[in-house]
């Protein structure tokens, strides 16, 4: 509902300024105009347009400075380009057919290639990530065509951004005949140009995200627990609950070390027979004569009690015991009295809600915290995999995980994104580069061959083949998220 609501407002906020324009606009409004003339601003139904020729001068001085090198970048950039063709039709081709079969066995695997929806595959939470990854990533596409161009003499007319709804990308303007009228292999070049770019970012982003715990290692360490990011969504509170910054290590006996592994025991616990203690018969010899069944019985004594069961047949059924006591006093974990030693009693936790419903689900859940007290949860163990958010960078001083966990989660949004732009844009789509790249390449395929007709139809089925692929893969995955 958030992001439909976001949207919503958007869509008004939209539909307010196309129609004062219209309004201003109808009216001849004088500074109306004036304020257009020193900001080129175009407005038109749910999309704004901004356009500025300030950098041409600036870029065409830098590129040709550098001409000869970004000939060399340039050169190196289309042949990986070019060989990355045939890669990307194969990858589209697999991820129609993992697409078409979840939708036929109703199932979900996930493919590689899939679009974005906020709402549905992309949390509302990470919207900010994905609005400025767009932009980065279109930025560095268009300001590739840019420099190939300028490095080939050719003029830029103007850059610029454009934002359709909430979404930002930007734009280079070239002119088409002067393009068209180079030599095959530049065109290439200037065609290449924004994929090569995706692709060299989406590397270096990848770079940044494998060597973040080398890079951090002053101030973070990894490997020794996680550590509690967020607790925004988290509703169960008491004295020995979590805390912002707390270092988790362990779950019931199941170790963390990442929050690869903290998601691992948690859903282990969910799918498993809860886990009981082993404690001495001793202990449970002295609260016998005490024993209260008023917790295994909903009074108010289960508001700091807990109702356990013993797998042993010599000590009495049920317990009404204080949690906490019971897991320091335990030696071990067990599902029956088989696992404790001779003079030891399993005592597993019952939950007899009043919704029966709920009885399966519960667990008791000890998370051991480093430097502190084992944090003590009675529930499902589905509230702590949802609303605890953590980190996998435990501080080592008094600087927090937050801005790494952004500066990691924009490197891989960026890594993901920058690359499936580039496998996108290499297809030979309608409107893309890869039409424009399968143009010029059957130019340079087919030089000498004076059967025009040959290398249009091939241009022609090279297009409709990769255009099919891509609307069908499209379809596909929408289809199989909606479904």
Not at 51 to 76: C, E
Not at 274 to 291: H, P
Not at 379 to 397: A, F, K, L, M, Q
Not at 439 to 460: D, H, P, Y
Request: hydrophobic share 45%; charged share 15%.
């Amino acid at each position: 509902m958030e992001v439909t609501n976001v949207f919503g407002f958007v869509i008004l906020v939209h539909i307010f300024i196309y129609c004062s324009d219209r309004c201003l606009k109808g009216n001849n409004s004088q500074r109306y105009k004036n304020f257009l003339s020193m900001a080129p601003v175009q407005i038109d139904f749910m999309s704004l347009r901004w356009t500025t020729s300030l950098f041409n001068k600036k870029i065409s001085n830098w590129a040709t400075r550098k001409k000869y090198k970004l000939s060399w970048w340039y050169s190196l950039g289309t042949m990986i380009t070019i060989l990355l063709c045939i890669p990307s039709l194969i990858l589209l081709a697999s991820t129609a057919v993992v697409s078409f079969e979840n939708i036929r066995q109703h199932e979900n695997h996930e493919a590689i290639l899939q679009p974005v929806v906020p709402g549905v595959n992309l949390p509302s939470t990470d919207l900010p990530y994905y609005l400025i990854t767009l932009l980065v990533c279109t930025v560095v596409h268009e300001i590739g065509h840019a420099l190939a161009a300028v490095s080939e003499q050719i003029p830029l007319i103007s850059f610029g951004l454009i934002v359709w709804l909430v979404v930002p990308a930007a734009f280079v303007e070239l002119p088409t005949k002067d393009v068209t009228s180079l030599p095959p292999w530049k065109q290439l070049k200037i065609y290449c140009a924004g994929i090569w770019h995706n692709i060299v970012l989406s590397i270096v982003a990848f770079l940044i995200v494998t060597s973040l715990p080398i890079l951090l290692m002053p101030l973070f360490q990894t490997g020794a627990g996680v550590s509690v990011l967020n607790l925004d969504g988290y509703s169960v509170g008491g004295y020995h609950d979590f805390q912002i910054g707390d270092q988790l290590t362990g779950v019931n006996s199941c170790r963390v070390t990442e929050d690869k592994t903290w998601k691992q025991c948690l859903a282990a616990i969910l799918h498993a027979s809860s886990s009981g203690f082993c404690v001495n018969n001793a202990y449970l010899s002295d609260v016998v004569a005490n024993d209260q069944l008023g917790c295994c019985n909903n009074s108010e004594l289960s508001q700091s009690h807990l109702c356990f069961l013993s797998s042993s047949d010599l000590i009495s059924n049920q317990h009404c015991l204080r949690a906490r006591e019971v897991s320091e006093l335990s030696t071990a974990w067990c599902s029956n009295h088989k696992d404790c030693s001779q003079n030891q009693t399993c005592l597993s936790p019952s939950f007899q809600s009043e919704l029966e419903n709920e009885a399966d689900s519960s667990r008791l859940i000890l998370i051991q915290r480093k430097n502190a007290a084992s944090i003590i949860f009675v529930g499902n163990p589905d509230e702590i995999y949802r609303s605890v958010i953590v980190s996998n960078y435990v501080p080592r001083t008094f600087i927090g995980p937050n801005y790494v966990n952004v500066l990691y989660h924009l490197m891989w949004y960026l890594f993901s994104f920058s690359a499936g732009l580039a496998v996108l844009n290499v297809v030979p789509c309608i409107y893309m580069d890869g039409q424009h790249i399968v143009g010029a390449l059957t130019e340079v395929v087919f030089k000498g061959c004076e059967n025009v007709s040959m290398k249009r139809q091939a241009q022609r089925a090279l297009i409709f083949s990769g255009t099919s692929l891509v609307i069908i893969n499209i379809a596909f995955s929408l289809l199989s998220m909606f479904l």
